[in-house]
Every structure is written in C-alpha cells, then in structure tokens.
C-alpha cells in the first residue's frame, strides 16, 4: 500500500472518534471502492461504473445533511471525487474543514 493510502486510511480510522468526542455526528463513506477492491473484484466494468455513481450520490445526501464538511488532505492530496465534493457542498452553502491547510 502506498504511504500516502496508508497515511489516509490512517487519519480516516483515527478522525472518526476524534470528530465524535468532539460532539459531532460523523457522516462518512460506507465502503471504497478502492479499499474495499475484493469486495467489487467479480463486477463487470458496466457494474462497478453504477455502483460508482450509486456512491456518489449517496455521499452527496450526506453531504446535505451535513453542517460542514471536513476534507481529509493528507499531503496535500485531494482527488477528483473529493474535488467535486468540495464543490457539491460550496454551492450548497456548507462550511468546508480541511485536515491539513490547503495551499
């Protein structure tokens, strides 16, 4: 596993808790199809694409329910999904929270 996959799943894993005794209602994937590959190993290309979107648009219900959202850039990184996230809530007015400052 790359470092940079190691180190987010590690802050993923650890944020949980924090953000919870911290008094706030954690809202977060259910499963990856990154992390979770053996889970979605026997889907077709066709499969995988809808479940994909499938996520998507569950995330982004999440997102609606959210109060702000906290984007975990460990070094920095922040993906093409998590970028569409960012500006999924931004236009709905949701208060985004970075891990790390973003430059």
């Known amino acids: 596993m790359p470092v940079r996959v190691h180190s987010f799943w590690r802050c ?3 944020g949980k808790p924090r953000e919870t005794l911290a008094g706030r209602i954690v809202l977060t994937i259910g499963c990856s199809m990154k992390s979770d590959a ?14 994909k979107t499938d996520l998507d648009e569950l995330h982004r219900r999440k997102i609606d329910l959210a109060g702000e959202v906290l ?10 999904s998590t970028r ?12 985004i929270r970075y891990l790390e400052p973003v430059k």
């Open 84 to 95: 569409g996230e960012i500006k999924y809530a931004l236009t709905n007015g949701k208060k």
């Open 38 to 51: 053996e889970l979605f190993a026997h889907y077709s290309e066709v499969e995988k694409s809808r479940v």
């Open 71 to 80: 984007i975990l850039n460990v070094g920095g990184y922040i993906g093409e």
């Open 12 to 14: 993923f894993c650890e």
